[in-house]
């Protein structure tokens, strides 16, 4: 027997009593009631793919889940678990007085030799950068072994905001060797560190990363719109050309409510 599948519901459109609210189209849903998968988890599946998609424009209203459960034919409790769950994830925000907001999708990054401008730019999240810093300074004992020079050598430090969708993301402190690129501060405001390179003819072979996380301070909160002490990612990495000559050392702190690494995991053989 053909299984029975409910007709698509259309999503809410925003409230328009809210000026300010992006409009966006009705969106479909499919949702299969026959499925082993809750069908709440279904819901907030395809209300993250529709954020992420730009489907739901960020400042959209969704509607309370009164009238998002009698449009889409579900309960209030699976409307409101659905909700919750992409509240958690950072995706969806609840102001009182207005509703149920989008805000800006995540950032998911691959763990590969990339440069963050390249892959904000990918992901359609319109990356920005404002230059903090730029200076030639003695090699601390850290930066000289990573670089391979001899410590108090000149190395050129660069420190910068990089935003997506105008709102802060990560701030990035690089130290490269002296003499290896000309760092113009209009260019270095204007694309990436890696994108800057290739152009110089420098061919990126891989890097050595470490990635952690802890609690922001009280001016690395300030800097990346974050309450102080919450949680950041932080990432390390040394870069190597294919001459196997160190091209840069990345210090590197990312909103976690913002930004997350993604990678994928095999199995040995």
């Known amino acids: 027997m053909a299984k029975h599948r409910p007709p698509q519901h259309q999503a809410p459109q925003s409230d328009a009593s809210q000026p300010d609210a992006p409009r966006h189209r009705p969106l479909q849903f499919s949702l299969d009631r ?5 069908l709440y988890y279904q819901l907030a599946q395809q209300l993250e793919a529709a954020i992420e998609q730009g489907g739901l424009a960020p400042g959209s209203l969704l509607g309370n889940e009164i009238d998002l459960a009698a449009r889409l034919g579900l309960s209030r409790p699976t409307v409101r678990q659905a909700i919750q769950s992409l509240v958690d994830k950072g995706l969806l925000v609840r102001r009182r007085g207005v509703g149920t907001q989008v805000v800006h999708s995540q950032v998911k990054r691959p763990l590969e030799l990339s440069s963050l401008y390249d892959d904000l730019e990918a992901a359609g999240q319109q990356p920005a950068t404002l230059l903090l810093g730029r200076a030639t300074e003695p090699a601390t004992a850290r930066v000289a ?9 000149d190395v050129v430090r660069v420190e910068r905001l990089r935003l997506a969708h105008g709102e802060p993301v990560a701030h990035l402190c690089n130290h490269l060797p002296v003499g290896l690129l000309d760092l113009d501060g209009d260019v270095l405001a204007e694309t990436g560190l890696y994108r800057l390179m290739r152009s110089a003819g420098i061919t990126l072979h891989s890097a050595r990363q470490t990635i952690g996380a802890r609690a922001a301070t009280a001016e690395e909160a300030e800097r990346l719109a974050e309450p102080a002490g919450a949680p950041l990612l932080t990432m390390e990495r040394t870069t190597f050309d294919d001459t196997g000559r160190a091209v840069e050392l990345g210090s590197h702190l990312y909103r976690a409510s913002r ?11």
């Open 34 to 38: 026959g499925s082993p998968v809750p």
């Open 145 to 153: 072994a990573a670089l391979g020079v001899p410590e108090g050598a």
């Open 259 to 269: 930004y997350s690494f993604d990678f994928q995991l095999l199995a040995r053989p």
